[in-house]
């Protein structure tokens, strides 16, 4: 991948001139944190090839470091946020809420805090949701089940005067957008008109994608969890193949351009034979097929387990130009595509077989975050407000090599994040399976 | 911390001129992994502070790439494996077996491998354990159970010679060590002995340890489930205290010298209000001591949750100058201790109150690992194999920024992983509990 | 219901000679448990209304306990046993499985023990599935996984002289069949087959109905279990409806003619707003229609969950005359019908609606016994096999108010077991969702 | 067991004379459940055994059908209803809250509903403890948390004049308690006291108690949520066992006076070798002794699993004379007994082992429950509210031969449910484990 010319910097509302309420150290040795100051920066780019014998660091990335800072920009006396939450679900929407909040309101002493109905909709007038009050009781035990208190909706995330104009109505100094990058690309474009009417608002997003695809964070929040549930999912069709005459289980997960879930799912347990994802091409018919190679393995093993991404294989299917209500080019149901063409393949065969179909993506979508995912959006959380309460604004909060850092919104939404199919994560999948190449020139 | 003088380069048995039997590409764009290949690298040191305008990368900790190399050392017809899993159970033991023999059948053709009994106890002709023969047929379930099928005990670690004179008998090249810090001591004197003796031998460590505390990897495999589980024990513990009378738990969970069980356990769940670690002293007595600030939040809110890491608070029990067999010093039990001395204290104030202690180690254990972390050992398991056949020795297997590496032992086992009371982790526990400094001069 | 004339009498092959190898006692309070003898029988009919003096036992349907015999009819160095499993996955198939062989084998030291591959289909040439030879070191984790280690298949029930055939060939002297209606009523066919041959074969049914619908067993195996998972999943729904703006999940499950799985998993948890069963017939259009009602819920609360019973409002679909290989008449999609005729409903009404169907059932299926169903399944296994040894035959394994017994096939396949829509449980359904009465005339 | 002359005649405030406002009907198959009446009963008494020709009810317990009345007691409008929970913690006491609440609110109409904190003591006006006002709102999500919202704790249940004072100062009139055989004591007494000073209050008691020994129920509530949650524990120490040199798993759980628990976990897993139960005693010491047998199976299978009851083998303890709070005899710890023993023994022996001793208890109690318990649990409150409605009094909701019905108190705390070693579920688990008899004359 060819390194791109990004700006790093992180846009600032002004200066800091407000002490921190939280009273932290400067000192080190005395077992209390010390403030993070924005000087400090971790390099983006680790890889060294060969026998390089430095690094010029104005070449590199450079992402500056989330945390606390000794001087913030809002008094919390008058601050008010905005909370809102944008397409579909994820687990630990309500952990990120939650985070937000309790940090808002106990560590910086902020009250006003609001919840905006049904993402960006919440903001249009002509939809009338009236907006939550929030309060640590409201939110103290959310966490506990999955979706977001907020209640979420797909698009209008480009109708940006209008959410501005809320925004200075309801006199909001900040705003938490927690979602994909069509939400992210929305707050850049609040962030620019805010900054047009010179209005201070604070813009940090927390970037929600349950297929794990945006580049610049090494994992996103709820990925995790929605890969244990796939994992019970298969676990269930892998039964339903093995214990039936020539019995195929297929399940479609989620991943519209990024095979992460297929991906991690295969190798988080092991039965699963044929993992198809969008970044690797593969064919149906012909010797080096999907079908030829099914077949094959029927004849051996009298079972198989098709792992399918949502967004693999859609060559071989019909075009369509349908977009839905987030701008995303709506799919063909690559699941059902293939039970048909395995189920006509086979009768051509005359091989006995039982073909199962397995599609649970409201249920992986809709369950709560898992310990390991809980910490990481409470984590997530207290960081976006750190960064909020210093002005930082047109950021979101990322993790980066285990470290919490600002990453601007450009970059970040410039391009998708997928799975290398010549990388370690894909090398070991097809290890782990032992799948061959699906294609002609395999 | 202080950057050490480390040598991080990689021991080999010598020149690779066997093809590797995996097919690999070394093409780019043809979704075909590549060879990796011995001049890949990451760079261990992120961090950049100020206006720092190059890095000397010689000054630098460079980390080995780990992964399938195009040539290797052992001719797989010819080459025999044993692996021993050491020291106290932990989830994915199991996972890492699996992986070790799937990867050495399949892969690579290995098909003589052999399971030692029991640790390295199963090396001693005293002990006379069978050694079992692994095949894949024998671990392709093993992962859905907790434990290790090969059994496992402490110590034993510095019979050396008769490790290696064992070694030598059985005709084995290459040796897993899966367990802790005094593991792995002993497998780096074993590669220094069979080195001494001209015994061609690999042996790669796994490193094991549900505490989290070795260096050089930044998470123990296991880890993330032990925190699964004990915040399930933790959530318990919260109901028994908030349903009583002045309802107090405590939980004490595994952390002999470092608390990233507990730290984590609290940020994954919210109803922890005191977490007592090893790194960070705390006062029993006195007024910003534990029982006085327990007392008022009793007043205040009725209930409280204790977690105690094993070794936390150890300066305040009676000295104890035993050792247990893998030649750890017996800690005294803190959490026995905090119950009487809580139960004392708040009888002298005639509070009526309601005290539960739990103690969950050994479920917490035993458990099997959950999909995040028998992913993360399919991956290690694979990454040792690729290691081992490729002639690298005295090593481990370890991941850090999320890319797996070669690590020498050396610089694993020279000091324990800690959690920084002065860094990110730490600090956002404390502002999620809400907890004070609990000492005289906090 | 009106009480059948039903003899509930069991067949035995011949008087028991055959001293038990298990060693049972004959005297109260020696702390050992006493053989069951043949005129231990429990009342089936419990109810009794107003001032009846005396109940006339002749009139009663009463019925024989299982349990271990002291003199027992096969020798157990002699007798062959067979294990077929049929019809759809369901959580406890493998409990039973293991759980006849261990009480085969140890308790009685009965030592060839058939496993039937895929069913009834197993028994014939035609298809040449070779059987499994079961013992204690194949079965003794299986319980941990869900489906069947003999895999299953529908149909075929009908071929009795061939099963016969087989059977014989074998020299089978017991054959268990795990399996529902269909299954029991060829196993009464080959009993008859047997009978009408003097071939001294027992045949000793466990009944299996993931929907709870076979008469005279108060509870299947693995309903509890389904239910449970499905509980899981409407949860799913309930986040999905009650996140989205006008949200309403529609979860179909099991259920061909009861609507056991749907009532119950509306009162385990509290999120159902409509439930629909085969046994309660409702309206969609109308003044007291679904539709009306659902849109009146929608103004109201804004979400709304249905769960239907996948044999509920059949009426309402287009008459289908194809049957499956079980010969059950194909249903209809009443998920798929109730997505389209909500849509369109509430696109006629411009309300703006998110609609989610999930159709859970191959999860649900092939989940492992929760721990109460392998309890049952461990004691369901042992109780058919003390029949068995004492030559009964043509009978089911039942559980009857908590007491295991014997019923003849005959009387429990006469008749489905159905959710009375004037009974407690539909009451409390309906009092616990508020439903309304979805007719006409309601 | 000697069947009891009792009276299981349910007492009443008197007259019905309201109707009720839930609408049920009279007729059959108009689909409406129908009104339950007073002459319902079902026989508690289901043995026949040898040629009886007829039972003469009048010698036989007719238990009174629960269920909605047509005709009901108390005023709706000017009900007062007060709920307490006593004694430990149970899975599923937040859901027979929540169940009560509802259908007090929804079904009746009573919007006075108050809970009592912290049991009988809630009514003592030296501790103050104010009581809370219920609401759907403030119940509707509590059944997702383990514990009661309105804590618990033991005793008091014999300060029946001020319980009784303060009921009439808050004009209660129905009065749910939901304990154990100890609270239910207290509510007979408080029944009692109430006729003589003709106060006009209805006391129904949900049994609770998580061992299971409470009489005339056939399995209380939370009971198999507990299972579940020791069947995961007893795993552990499985695990722990086998994979450590001759290890030793000793689990201890709940049951003071009664095995059940123990019994159904050993049933519902296959990993247990000995169950100690207090029901039957057991010698350690002598050629039939535990030890011997322990010492026995680790020279032939190398690890093994006890799991004993809490009240097992206290006659091998010493005396001791304590009682706690709820009156119940102190019990010595025979968890840590056993350890000791073994340990002992074995070290004589020169046998090398690990021995592990677990005890969960406060994990199991404070569980959630799992769905069947929630089911459970909803038809309980909702059962217990019909009665009281009614005007019943002293008298407890009951499960029996899967009918609810009304108990009088006094029968069902007149002794305790046990494990018969002589009938058949101790026969299965002696059976499933293989478990010698453990006595001198075994």
Redesign the interface.
């Known amino acids: 991948m060819k390194k791109e010319k990004l700006n790093f910097a992180i846009d600032t509302l002004g200066k800091c001139t407000v002490p921190s309420p ?1 009273s ?2 400067k000192e ?7 403030y ?2 924005d ?5 983006y780019d ?13 070449k590199q990335r ?1 992402l500056e470091r989330a ?2 800072r000794e001087h913030i920009y809002f008094d919390p006396a008058k601050a008010r946020a905005a909370i809102v939450t944008c397409g579909g ?1 994820c687990p630990g929407l309500n952990d990120v809420i ?1 985070s937000l909040v ?2 808002l309101w ?2 910086y002493g902020v009250k006003w805090i609001y919840g905006i109905k ?1 993402g960006y ?1 919440g903001f249009l007038p002509e939809f009338s949701f009236p907006c939550m009050q929030l309060t640590p009781e409201i939110v ?2 959310i ?11 797909r698009g209008y995330g480009d109708r940006t005067e209008d959410i501005v104009d809320a925004l200075e109505r309801m006199n909001i100094n900040i705003l938490f957008t927690i979602g994909g990058d069509g939400t992210q690309r929305g707050a850049c474009a609040i962030t620019e008109e805010a900054q047009k009417r010179n209005f201070k608002l604070s813009v940090v997003g927390i970037p929600k994608t349950i297929d794990n695809d945006l580049s610049f964070i ?1 994992k996103s929040f709820g990925f ?1 969890t929605a ?2 549930s796939a ?3 298969v ?3 892998h ?2 193949a ?4 020539n019995g195929v ?1 297929i399940v479609k997960v989620m991943g519209r351009e990024s095979g992460f879930i297929a991906a ?2 295969a ?4 039965d699963v034979n044929y993992v198809l994802i969008p970044e ?2 593969f064919d149906l018919q012909g010797e080096n097929g999907l079908l030829k190679h099914l077949e094959q393995r029927l004849c051996d093993r009298h079972h198989a387990v098709i792992l399918v991404a949502e967004g693999a294989g859609q060559n071989l299917l019909k075009k369509n130009n349908e977009v839905d209500a987030s701008g995303n080019k709506k799919l063909g149901d690559i699941g059902l595509f293939l039970k048909d063409a395995i189920t006509k393949h086979l009768k051509s065969k005359n091989i006995d077989s ?1 073909i ?1 179909y ?1 599609d ?1 993506s ?2 992986i ?3 709560p975050a ?3 995912d ?2 990481y959006c ?2 997530l959380g ?1 960081n976006a407000v750190h960064a909020a309460m210093a002005g930082k604004t047109g950021m979101l909060i990322s993790l980066i ?4 850092v600002h990453i601007p919104i450009g970059p970040a939404v410039s391009r998708k994040n997928r799975v290398d ?4 994560l ?3 999948v ?3 399976t ?1 799948q061959p ?1 699906l ?1 002609k020139n395999g």
């Open positions: 939280i932290l150290s080190e040795d005395d077992y209390i944190a010390n993070v100051t000087d400090q920066h971790i390099l680790i890889a060294v090839t060969g026998n390089k014998q430095s690094l010029s660091l104005d450079l945390g606390p679900l939650r309790m940090c106990y560590r049904y909709r103290v035990d966490h506990r089940q999955g979706g977001t208190i907020l209640g979420s909706s090494q995790e890969v244990s994992v019970g999912v676990s269930g069709a039964v339903e093995r214990d039936a005459v289980g991690h799912t190798l988080a347990m092991n690797v091409p039982t199962r397995i649970p409201y249920i979508r809709s369950a898992n310990p390991n809980s910490l409470a984590r207290a090599h285990n470290r919490f199919p010549e990388e370690s894909w090398r070991d097809v290890e782990a032992g190449v294609m």
